[in-house]
């Protein structure tokens, strides 16, 4: 099965550094944007094996807050 992710990136001291906008926590960097795309892809396969091994997470609920501007 194949996602799509928003990559966002920019340059840093020469070095390409970015992550995945949809799942915070995947970053990488390399020397070149094709080597940055190759090393998230790396973190975020890392990411989803370390997700499966995981302990399962309590429940979290969601409810919409209203507050004045």
């Given at each position: ?13 020469g070095w390409y550094v970015g992550g995945l906008k949809e799942v915070p926590g995947v ?43």
């Amino acid at each position: 099965m194949k996602r799509n992710f928003t990559l966002e990136y920019w340059l840093d001291d020469g070095w390409y550094v970015g992550g995945l906008k949809e799942v915070p926590g995947v970053f990488s960097q390399g020397e070149s944007l094709q080597e940055l795309e190759e090393n998230v892809r790396d973190a975020y396969e890392l990411m989803m094996e370390d997700e499966e091994e995981v302990i399962p997470r309590a429940e979290v609920h969601t409810k919409e807050l209203g507050v004045e501007v």
